[in-house]
């Protein structure tokens, strides 16, 4: 099947992670990759991917607004059935691009705010997602460090045999995150340790969404810093939790097995 990583524009490496995405969707042997990258800088109206020759659209992408067309080239790609899987800091993309924030479900920065809609969290006493209407920030994070990611839908293909509580590589533990939240399911979350100027709440990780006849997979995990070593996207489970996430998105199943080297919930398990 084809895929597109959409890149060019992000405050983080995209010149190195996009490889690294790309090897990996390929290595599942389900996916051919491309690559369509945006100007850095200055006019995008050129930028127009062809988005319905593909099955799959990985962002690797926080910046500037694409024109009007692309937005609506996409919207349709997703409505249509197309398959989107957004990695990381692409959900503080479009702050204020409704369809957009209906496919990521929730996003951070770029002014979010109680007007993007509900801080959703998980109440694990009553297990079960909270849609919190107060006002406040979207998007948040403490220093990186090491966490652990639990599973709250088992029964979910995305997650469905990998370990119920898992140990992240380094991370950005994002917190906050405020979006429309409205066909979104939440596969997975991490603790946000107040220790770690956290919320003290257990925050969505791993996430789904539809939009029209489109599958979403999000995932908040995996930042990559310049000049930094991409712990995060070394993390095999950050790794097999993208490439389960990718098949999902297009087909609504995985066929993939767990790998050996998956960690458990004590030690975390990167490939360099
Ligand atoms: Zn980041």
């Not at 694409?66 to 997703?78: G, I, L, M, R, S």
């Not at 770690?196 to 939009?211: D, I, V, W, Y």
């Not at 006849?213 to 991409?230: D, I, M, Q, S, W």
Request: hydrophobic share 35%.
């Amino acid at each position: 099947m084809k895929a597109l990583i959409v890149d060019g524009q992000n405050n983080h490496d995209w010149k190195g992670t996009t490889p690294h995405l790309k090897k990996h969707l390929e290595a599942t042997g389900l996916f051919e990759v491309e690559v369509a990258t945006a100007p850095e800088k200055g006019d995008m109206s050129a930028f127009k991917p062809a988005f319905k020759k593909y099955k799959l659209v990985v962002s690797n992408y926080n910046g500037a607004d694409w024109p009007k067309e692309t937005q609506t080239a996409f919207e349709e790609f997703v409505r249509n059935g197309g398959g989107f899987v957004s990695v990381h800091a692409a959900n503080n993309s479009f702050p204020d691009w409704p369809s957009y924030n209906q496919m990521i479900g929730l996003g951070g920065w770029g002014g979010r705010s109680e007007k993007s809609g509900p801080y959703v969290y998980w109440e694990a006493k009553a297990a079960k997602v909270i849609r919190d209407i107060a006002p406040g920030r979207g998007g948040s994070h403490g220093p990186q460090h090491e966490f652990p990611v639990e599973t709250r839908e088992p029964g979910h293909p995305i997650v469905a045999g990998l370990p119920l509580k898992w140990m992240h590589a380094k991370d950005e533990l994002y917190d906050r995150l405020r979006g429309p939240a409205e066909k979104l399911t939440v596969l997975a979350t991490a603790f946000s340790d107040p220790q770690k100027s956290g919320t003290g709440r257990h925050e969505p990780m791993l996430m789904t969404t539809t939009f029209g006849e489109g599958r979403v997979f999000h995932t908040a995990l995996g930042h990559a810093g310049r000049n930094a070593k991409p712990e995060a996207q070394q993390c095999v489970g950050f790794i097999v939790t993208f490439q389960r996430g990718a098949e999902w998105a297009v087909s609504g199943k995985v066929t993939q097995k767990v790998p050996a080297d998956f960690p458990g919930s004590e030690k975390a398990s990167l490939r360099e």
